[in-house]
């Protein structure tokens, strides 16, 4: 155990790594990032596996200290004496969020505040949902979902490839649909499902009618609806593909951000 409140400390213990993959967030990160960059490591990966950057919206009150994480990132990324670069990996949202018990059934999400079931759009358990089904233009909402296992593997496949081939941002979806769509997934796996308009939530089903409709009562809930594919990323900026077999999503790309 390393104590993330010392800097010193973390830069010892950094000592001979080459590629640095983050997954805490706020001031403990900021203290990651100043360690990596004292400890010569090449390349920093920051805690930002959620949507693409250049669809973030500014101020956001979840921010968990990212936008300062990225701009100290970009700081480094320019020195001449202490010069690190970095990657981010944008999957949009964690499917296993969807499914019993939520994020935290992963050990997923704590310092983000919304780990449990009922904390974003559908609470799989209860079979509620609260959502918002149209932007500003009155188009459908569309959310981005990958699970983190695919997220895992892909980042394994591109420490394989290479970090000197890395761009800034690398893209990747495990399926894309709106909020609504989304929803009646959930209530076809789950049976049916209440939206914030209705007064209460439906009652908890019984375990044999939830393993009738999932299959399972494990937290495959979610992706038992889903159907299998390849994945593929590339070798260099935007040229060639490896792939390999992903049992139970939707195509997944993985696409270096333009620019």
């Given at each position: 155990m390393v104590d993330f409140n010392n800097v010193e400390e973390l830069r010892y213990t950094?000592?001979?790594?080459?590629?640095?993959?983050?997954?805490?967030?706020?001031?403990?990160?900021?203290?990651?990032?100043?360690a990596a960059r004292?400890?010569?490591?090449?390349?920093?990966?920051p805690s930002e596996f959620e949507g693409a950057l250049?669809?973030?919206?500014?101020?956001?009150?979840?921010?968990?200290?990212?936008?300062?994480?990225?701009?100290?990132?970009q700081r480094w990324s320019q020195s001449r004496s202490h010069h690190?670069?970095?990657?981010?990996?944008?999957?949009?949202?964690?499917?296993?969020?969807?499914?019993?018990?939520?994020?935290?059934?992963y050990n997923i999400g704590a310092g983000s505040?919304?780990?449990?079931?009922?904390d974003y759009?559908?609470?799989?358990?209860?079979?509620?949902?609260?959502?918002?089904e149209t932007n500003g233009q009155g188009r459908p909402t569309q959310v981005t979902l990958t699970s983190a296992y695919d997220v895992a593997r892909?980042?394994?496949?591109?420490?394989?490839?290479?970090?000197?081939s890395w761009p800034r941002e690398f893209r990747m979806r495990g399926d894309q649909m709106s909020v609504r769509d989304l929803v009646a997934i959930c209530s076809d796996v789950r049976g049916s499902m209440s939206r914030?308009?209705?007064?209460?939530?439906?009652?908890?089903?019984?375990?044999?009618?939830?393993?009738?409709?999932?299959?399972?009562?494990?937290?495959?809930?979610?992706?038992?609806?889903?159907?299998?594919?390849?994945l593929q990323l590339p070798r260099r900026r935007g040229t060639g593909t490896v792939q390999q077999r992903a049992p139970r999503l939707r195509p997944l790309l993985l696409l270096p951000a333009l620019g």
């Open positions: 950094l000592q001979g790594v080459d590629v640095l993959i983050s997954t805490i967030a706020n001031s403990e990160q900021l203290n990651l990032i100043d004292r400890a010569r490591v090449r390349l920093f990966v250049a669809h973030r919206p500014a101020n956001d009150p979840l921010d968990r200290g990212s936008q300062a994480a990225l701009e100290l990132l690190m670069q970095y990657t981010v990996f944008s999957c949009g949202i964690f499917m296993e969020r969807f499914g019993p018990g939520g994020l935290q059934s505040g919304l780990q449990s079931a009922d759009l559908i609470n799989i358990e209860s079979a509620t949902a609260e959502i918002i892909f980042v394994a496949a591109a420490i394989e490839m290479g970090p000197g914030r308009s209705q007064a209460a939530p439906l009652p908890p089903m019984r375990t044999s009618e939830w393993d009738r409709k999932s299959g399972n009562a494990d937290n495959s809930l979610f992706h038992s609806s889903i159907q299998p594919c390849h």
